[in-house]
Nanobody, 123 residues
Framework: QVQLVESGGGLVQAGDSLRLSCVASGRTFNSIALGWFRQAPGKEREFVATINRSGAYTYYSDSVKGRFTISRDDTKNTVYLLMNSLKPEDTAVYYC????????????????WGQGTQVTVSS
């Protein structure tokens, strides 16, 4: 089992930056791949970014590539999502997800999910 707790969401203006954090517990942190997803009102949950268990590989959706950065700190059992140049269309509940896998990149079939943190970007 892996427990995930997100934090760092809030209300910001377009063009601002925000950093989300997700603390994981329950398994050896360096055995899990991590990802961020988001769900806007009335829309399906969508993939945002992922990082493999070593931190050597990352992958982003086209909508956030170049603006968002995913990283992990194994000393703190934490994965981060740094979001720059935020746009109103980035408004959503952001979820952290985890999977026990040696794969370099995964974007689906995560096994564990956090409760989510709200990000609202005003224009």
């Amino acid at each position: 089992q892996v427990q995930l707790v997100e934090s760092g969401g809030g209300l910001v203006q377009a063009g601002d930056s925000l950093r989300l954090s997700c603390v994981a517990s329950g398994r050896t942190f360096n055995s899990i791949a991590l990802g961020w997803f988001r769900q806007a009102p009335g829309k399906e949950r969508e993939f945002v970014a992922t990082i493999n268990r070593s931190g050597a590989y990352t992958y982003y959706s086209d909508s956030v590539k170049g603006r968002f950065t995913i990283s992990r700190d194994d000393t703190k059992n934490t994965v981060y999502l740094l979001m720059n140049s935020l746009k109103p269309e980035d408004t959503a509940v952001y979820y952290c997800a985890a999977k026990l896998t040696p794969a370099a990149i995964i974007t689906t079939r995560f096994d564990y999910w956090g409760q989510g943190t709200q990000v609202t970007v005003s224009s």
